[in-house]
């Protein structure tokens, strides 16, 4: 399947929008789709090999989920590859536009069992959510 491309501009330096995708404390701020969602807890041991768990529930406690994967690339404040549980690889790319403006690319391969759109969607509004998070500090 082909993979989903994504991209927003923040304008922020790239080294806080770093800080801000990768510090646990930051994560759980702003890594849910939806105000119905949360992520109560996050860990990342950002190198190659290490792994992340950021847990994912329903805000009335009715659902929830790991996001979990492995880390195959990381190269600060430029890029960051992935792969999650079930293999699917994701790419995370963090270009400096100029010293106060970065564009994040999340480029991903889609959940065969869902909807493609509803996918590129739901990434959507987490990137989105995460730029506010960011450019509202």
């Not at 790239?14 to 801000?20: G, I, L, T």
């Not at 065969?112 to 506010?132: C, N, V």
């Amino acid at each position: 399947m082909e993979p989903i491309t994504i991209e927003i501009t923040i304008l922020k330096p790239v080294s806080k929008v770093w800080e801000f995708f990768t510090e646990p404390s930051h994560i759980t701020n702003w890594n849910f789709a939806t105000e119905d969602w949360s992520c109560p807890t996050a860990e990342n041991d950002l190198r190659v090999g290490g792994h992340f768990n950021y847990r994912m529930e329903q805000a009335d406690g009715a659902f929830g989920f790991d996001y979990k994967g492995t880390y195959e690339e990381v190269v600060p404040e430029k890029k960051i590859k992935y792969h999650l549980d079930d293999n699917r690889k994701v790419e995370v790319i963090f270009e400096e536009l100029d010293a106060s403006t970065t564009k994040v690319t999340e480029i991903f391969e889609p959940d065969p069992s869902q909807p493609r759109q509803m996918q590129t969607e739901g990434w959507y509004a987490i990137l989105d959510r995460f730029h506010k998070y960011v450019e509202n500090d």
